[in-house]
């Protein structure tokens, strides 16, 4: 066996076994589905395909694997929106509620799934009006209201694939979008509203088209009723075309593997990848996971995921994987602190949601807010709680566990990708025993190891973590780029597909996330992680939010730099610096100190939460900063270099 490639020095020992009373009536309370697929993963996906979804045409062949090329359910037809509205109105689940809409001023909108499929029809009849047939790519850039799920699904309908792009993006980013996609048709919105304040759309979309030759057509919902401009013959009011369109549209049947949309994730330097995804493996394993992962009761529970539906963990677990299931969702606009820092609570009561999926870095504000925005309210209805995008330290862990939990709901801690589709390591809830800050084990039916330097897969410790089987909800692709395909995720290891993330494993066989691996240091030949710092760093009580950049460093490879962003009552201790350095040391081991501790009073976060590492080390390297435009919030950069000095 090889050694450990990246040291691990944090231990975490709490454990948190299913609560009896969640075992009671949970779907999943033993290790039958992890036997099942072992066994034959190809047998265990096929029959979830199967089971979950409805084909028009069964399939012949489960799996064709021709590394890095896998096709699903090969000779298989079926139609998404068909799976995800038609038979759950034929099955009298008409009046069921799809989504408990909320729209950030407090206007509400309940659609149920008759209301959803009488707007999707009419919708795919506009898209068809215009000239979309299957096989096109539509490009949608909207808020979070109910003709954003309306608009895709109208898609699948039709089977033309999606391109949606999150509202945030600029004009500049819309044109790339669209342009490498080739969209043909762009739907969106006069604008949402965001803090209190309606913010526009169409305009961006506007000064995007007049680089974008392949667009002929734009449908422009109106949700703030702001002055918009708007183009005659190019741009149609939703609310003109949609209700005069015809009322039926026929669910087109598509092959497995034809193209269901197309989602662009940002690299940091090279331009956004085209990931692309397809048809019934992806929705296979969408359906899967949401049911398992949430111990989904469709006819009782309310879930609420609060991403976006512009990333892919909206895509995935806002739209797909809950209508495939049946399920009532609440889906809300705005921002978390509009009107109040309690909105959420005021929302988990109001529908008395039972599932809440969000955010580690959401999870740190709600910390930093306090737990009396919480404590205004009853949250007894909640029975799982999720996180997802990043690994989440055990403190952020515990304070959701205890004042969103109540200290009885398992946390699904989901270790995912945009590639991957899916879930792929987290607890089933009524199986995992729990250890806060780890996404615990693969599901059923998904092959990952942890390898070292040269890729020999590792039992114990710490290197990177890579899939050596394809899984349903795969990427298929960077759209229009198979080079960068293989290059990109096929290369560093032969034979598997590499994440990027580096990973632990404990002597328990319990997989922890280390971050992105160019977020590994090396100080003075020791590998530490980023992600092991930023966790010791908020373990201390008076850190709220804390980063962690490794610089170069002339003795010790590379130094550790923190960014910490303090509790009100500590910023004005001078003591508190050092205090932070040594628990750090503490709490880990004097190689992790950091050489340097700045209070920041912000951090530089990408529009989807992420915290921008690369400039904090421009920063910490005095380096000019490189391309800031996918900062949410510019000015963070300078208030941030004014306090490094
Ligand atoms: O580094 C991992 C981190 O987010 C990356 C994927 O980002 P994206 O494609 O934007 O998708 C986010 C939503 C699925 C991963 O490579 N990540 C995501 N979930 C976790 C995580 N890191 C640790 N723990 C997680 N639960």
Redesign the pocket.
Known sequence: MSEPTIEDYFVEDRTFPPPPAFVADALVTDDSLYREADADPEAFWARQARELLTWSTDFHTVLEWDLPDAKWFVGGELNVSANCLDRHVDAGLGQRVAYHWEGEPGDTRTITYADLLDEVQRVANVLRDLGVDKGDRVAIYMPMIPELPAAMLACTRIGAAHSVIFGGFSPDSIVDRVNDGGCKVVITADGGYRRGAASPLKPNVDAALEHCPTVTDVVVVRRTGTDVDMVAGRDHWWHEVVPAAEPTCAPVPVGSEDLLYLLY?SGTTAKPKGIMHTTGGYLTQAAFTHKVVFDLKPEDDVYWCS?DIG???GHSYIVYGPLANAATSVLYEGTPDTPGRDRLWAIVAKYGVTQLYTA?TAIRMFMKWGEQEPAQHDLSSLRVLG??????NPEAWMWYHANIGGGRCPIV????????GGHM??PLPGVTTLKPGS?TRPLPGVSLQVVDDVGEPIERGGGYLTIDKPWPGMLRGIWGDPQRYRDTYWSRFPGRYF???GCKIDDDGYFW?L??VDDVMNVSGHRVST?EVESALVDHDAVAEAAVVGATDDVTGQAIVAYVILRGWAEENPEMVEDIRQHVAVKIGPTARPKRVIVVPDLPKTR?G?IMRRLLRDVAEGRDLGDVTTLADASVVDAIRTAAG
Request: without cysteine.
């Open positions: 994730t991403a990333w892919v963990t580690p996180t997802v995008g990043e690994p989440i801690d989901t270790w995912w990708q945009t590639e991957t390591i987290t996404a994440a990027g993330d996330l971050g992105r992600t989807s992420k």
